[in-house]
């Protein structure tokens, strides 16, 4: 069997590595890939949003299944040309993917079907938002209205910040958002969906501020951890039977209907589950540590969606282990940044343990250079938080290269939760 993952992140990497670690028999390529996933993966020197090419090459290469890892071929409709050509692709057409890329639409959508989120206003006019900022409550959050690699959020705690992020997002968009700032617990849900079929996976929570107790601008993520032992399991069918569900059933409605992986953003708020926001991809860095803790079938799930029969799947199977995963960043990330640094110690860090996904790199001579904001993804598991975390900040020190940065509190506050419940390891 011929497969093709389309992305170059740490989230592609993870699938790679999970699609070789249960099918070393299938022929896997990747497009365009990074410097680590060639260990895993033929690399394809075509870009993401170069829709006609990768349909060219799937078809040249008899390719039998193409997963589609990040947001923007999303959204420029590549689900919908692939299947135009008959090709087997998993992701959701152009318009179920809207529900990501456009955060007007996905807010409209869940207040016109009772979805559980924060109160909004969406403007398109700058000088009308504006106004409205002068007397909204504060904190108050802008949202600018399309992709923005995860940076596109911004909590303001006074009306200049706030005003001047409203200027900032309509010079880029047509759209912006203001709402509700929520108060609460944030974490990530993600499902296999297939129409109104709805398997979900375990709960991740990401860490989005550049800096350690969440300070600073956000990013697309600074690591992760899964799956969430202080969350109790009726927060989590609360969210499957209130919102993941709901949704995936009105996108049909709407003549939208879903195949793919829904993510829900989630606050756990003092007056219940509300919606952050929605992707229709898998996240980053989530995936780096979900994918570890899953036993069942990756591939014959995603065969599953793409062939409609995702309902006679039974529930996933997990291996009981819990996984932190640390992002290793380039100087100047979430803003510009550096690249081309030499990177050190990867080898020292799998020895030790760790699984090392690849985000933003380049193989030159023989060695890894750094290619991107998120240049790596350090993951540690091991059958507790306390192990899980030892594991990764032990690998993450093993690792080296010029004007690297992280967090140093990855799970930090479920730890300290967890300890208070002597259930940490």
Same mark, same amino acid.
């Given at each position: ?29 990747? @497009? ?6 060639? %260990? ?33 071929? !999303? ?33 409209? *959508? ?41 940076? /596109? ?9 706030? $005003? ?6 309509? $010079? ?8 509700? *700032?929520?108060?609460?617990? %944030? *974490? ?27 300070? /600073? ?5 600074? /690591? ?20 993941? $569900? ?35 991809? *898998? ?15 990756? !591939? ?34 979430? /803003? ?61 020190? @093993? ?27």
């Amino acid at each position: 069997m011929r497969v093709l993952v389309i992305g170059s992140g740490g989230r592609e990497h993870a699938l790679c590595w999970k699609l070789r670690q249960q099918h070393p028999e299938i022929e896997l390529y990747c @497009a365009p890939g990074n410097g680590g996933i060639s %260990e895993y993966a033929t690399i394809v020197p075509i870009t993401v949003d170069a829709i006609d090419q990768l349909v060219g090459f799937a078809q040249d290469q008899h390719i039998d299944l193409t997963v589609v890892g990040p947001e923007l071929p !999303l959204s420029l409709g590549i689900v919908d040309s692939f299947q135009a050509a008959g090709l087997a692709i998993f992701g959701p057409t152009r318009l179920a993917a809207e529900i990501e890329s456009s955060k007007a639409f996905a807010k409209d *959508f869940m207040q016109r079907n009772s979805i559980p989120t924060a109160d909004f206003r969406i403007f398109n006019d700058a000088a009308a938002a504006v106004q409205y900022i002068a007397t909204c409550t504060l904190p108050v959050v802008v949202k600018a209205d399309g992709l923005a690699a995860g940076k /596109g959020v911004v909590v303001c705690h006074d009306r200049v910040q706030a $005003q001047q992020a409203v200027i900032e997002c309509m $010079q880029k968009h047509k759209k912006v958002v203001i709402e509700e *700032f929520l108060e609460g617990e %944030e *974490f990530s849900l993600m499902a296999f969906v297939d129409g109104t079929a709805v398997l979900p996976l375990i709960a991740a929570q990401d860490h989005k501020a550049v800096y350690d107790g969440d300070q /600073g601008p956000n990013t697309g993520g600074m /690591g992760a951890y899964a799956p969430l032992p202080h969350f109790s399991a009726s927060v989590i069918d609360y969210a499957v039977e209130n919102i993941l $569900q709901p949704t995936a059933i009105a996108l049909c409605k709407e003549g939208r209907p879903f195949t793919g992986i829904l993510y829900a953003g989630l606050m756990l708020t003092s007056s219940g589950v509300k919606v952050i926001e929605f992707n229709a991809r *898998f996240g980053d860095p989530e995936t780096q540590v979900i994918l570890p803790c899953l036993e069942s079938d990756l !591939l014959s799930l995603f065969q599953a969606c793409v062939e409609h029969r995702l309902v006679d799947v039974g529930e996933l199977i997990w291996n009981q282990q819990v996984a932190v995963g640390v992002v290793l960043a380039a100087q100047g990330y979430p /803003g510009a940044y550096a690249t081309g640094q030499v990177i050190g110690g990867i080898e020292n860090a799998i020895k030790q343990g760790a699984l090392v996904f690849h985000a933003g790199t380049k193989k030159i001579d023989n060695q890894f250079v750094s290619a991107g904001g998120r240049v790596l993804n350090i993951v540690g598991t091991g059958p507790g938080l306390i192990t899980a975390r030892n594991c990764v900040y032990e690998a993450v020190a @093993a690792v080296q290269f010029e004007g690297m940065h992280y967090r140093r509190d990855i799970a930090a506050k479920a730890l300290a939760k967890m300890v208070q419940k002597d259930i940490a390891n």
